[in-house]
């Protein structure tokens, strides 16, 4: 019953270092999605793909980027980390575009 | 741009009390309509899904409609629970075509369950 597994949990960076967020789902789902969640905002999607090779850009994507080799990972990868790259980030799966996203814990990373 | 808002952000109940949440969307062009819960600290779990066909949909003591001619959702939750107690939000994905996997999220309702 893993579902989604999004590692590490927490993370501090210092500005200019890059890191990598993992998620793995054991779902066989073709889609999934990266969201940052910022304080009394709502969610925003910033990378998602819909099959392994295949990732497209969302409202958010600069200052990041996005492999996906396998069905079953996709991560999510900072290159040159900014301040305002301080949020929580959430990993998402789904099996169809039209069925529910399933959420893993997120990831809290704050940049300082 | 969809844009889609919730109110009241905050509410307390008392244990028992049946509930109304609201989600407004302003772009009526979608294709289905979710309602999730987060618990501090964790992420989404999906409660339901409404596709743009729709009325409403149940699950257990969740009762959520659409309306898309006016642009709302509302999420019933009858005989509340202190368990109840969550942020919940909704989020609207438009129809077909550019940015259809791009899910417009609403900033939520914190629902505080009194017991």
């Known amino acids: 019953n893993a579902g989604v597994t999004q590692t590490p949990k927490f993370r501090i960076l210092k500005i200019g270092q890059s890191m990598t967020l993992q998620c793995a789902q054991d779902?066989?789902?073709?889609?999934m999605y990266w969201y940052r969640q910022d304080p009394g905002m709502g969610l925003k999607l910033i990378y998602y793909?819909?099959?392994?090779?295949?990732?497209d850009k969302g409202e958010v994507p600069n200052g990041y980027n996005v492999s996906r080799s396998t069905t079953e990972d996709f991560p999510l990868r900072l290159e040159l980390a900014a301040p305002s790259q301080t949020s929580v980030y959430f990993c998402?799966?789904?099996?169809?575009?039209?069925?529910?996203?399933?959420f893993g814990d997120g990831t809290r990373l704050s940049i300082l | 741009k969809q844009e889609v808002t919730q109110i009241p952000a905050a509410l307390s109940v008392p244990e028992g009390e049946n509930l109304v949440l609201n989600c407004s969307f302003t772009?009526?062009?979608?294709?289905?309509l979710q309602w999730f819960r987060q618990d501090p600290g964790k992420g989404l779990t999906s409660l339901l899904l409404?596709?743009?066909?729709?009325r409403e949909q149940t699950s257990g003591r969740l009762n959520a409609s659409l309306d898309k001619s006016s642009g709302r959702s509302t999420l019933y939750i009858a005989a509340s629970q202190p368990g109840d107690s969550a942020t919940y939000l909704c989020?609207?994905?438009?129809?077909?075509?550019?940015?259809?996997?791009?899910?417009?999220f609403g900033k939520g309702t914190k629902l505080s369950v009194i017991p």
């Open positions: 998402a799966s789904s099996g169809q575009s039209n069925q529910p996203q399933h």
């Open positions: 779902m066989n789902h073709n889609y």
């Open positions: 793909s819909v099959g392994a090779g295949i990732t």
């Open positions: 772009d009526s062009a979608i294709y289905n």
């Open positions: 409404i596709q743009s066909s729709q």
């Open positions: 989020a609207v994905r438009p129809t077909a075509g550019a940015g259809s996997y791009q899910l417009t």
